[in-house]
């Protein structure tokens, strides 16, 4: 199947600083990207939708100045967290939809573990 | 609006035994419905999907689940657990028709094969 792959895997950070997570489709071009956030033992909540060449859609609740996305290419999402704190420390994972499949076939990334000290 | 339940928090089960992990969904439109895994710290992994068609869907290491529209119900089966089968299973829908193919996820099940 297609592959959606996450870097970092993980990042520690101290607060006020940011940090950039980057998504890429590796084998498929996806003009719309997902992001989710997943605190521990609880379900993936999505965060925004991210649009190649154009501005993210963020869900109610998330702050866009905060969570910054760039969908600059068919094969790369970026997720800035700005100025984080210890409450952004979560599990960032993205999902891309697979342009040339007629079934909106999604393919998640393995993740992205923020800690933030 | 798109949504999935799934009742249960945690399901015990001893290896070689049956396991269900329960799913009922309400959708607008036609549901797409969808099983992932997921072991600690890593991505979701898919295991199956109902788009249309037969309504016993197989899936990925002997996982099916059985799509019931008079029951709403999506439940994830196995006829023998596997103690690597432990991990955290969501349900979910995806809304093709409103909301441009966006997932909504289920609370999870954290599945336990003892052996």
């Known amino acids: 199947g297609a592959v959606v792959s996450q870097h970092p895997s993980w990042v520690i950070c101290k607060s006020g600083t940011s940090v950039k997570i980057e998504c890429r489709s590796l084998?498929?071009?996806?003009?719309?990207m997902f992001w989710y956030r997943q605190f521990p033992k609880q379900s993936l909540m999505l965060m925004a939708t991210s649009n190649e060449g154009s501005k993210a859609t963020y869900e109610q609740g998330v702050e866009k100045d905060k969570f910054l996305i760039n969908h600059a290419s068919l094969t790369l999402s970026t997720l800035t967290v700005t100025s984080a704190h210890p409450e952004d420390s979560s599990f960032y994972i993205c999902s891309a939809r697979d342009l040339a499949s007629i079934t909106n076939e999604q393919f998640f990334g393995p993740g992205t573990r923020l800690t933030v000290l | 609006a798109q949504s999935v339940a799934q009742p249960e928090d945690q399901v015990n089960v001893a290896e070689g035994n049956p396991l269900t992990v329960k799913c009922t969904y309400s959708v607008s439109g036609n549901p797409y419905l969808f099983w992932y895994v997921q072991y600690p710290n890593r991505g979701l992994q898919f295991l199956l999907k109902?788009?249309?068609?037969?309504?016993l869907v197989k899936g990925s290491y002997g996982f099916e689940a059985e799509f019931n529209k008079s029951q709403t119900s999506f439940h994830l089966k196995k006829p023998s657990a596997l103690v690597s089968d432990s991990a955290l299973y969501f349900c979910a829908v995806r809304d093709d028709q409103y909301n441009f193919n966006k997932f909504y996820f289920g609370s999870g099940t954290k599945l336990n094969v003892k052996p």
């Open positions: 084998d498929f071009q996806a003009t719309t």
């Open positions: 109902y788009i249309t068609g037969d309504n």
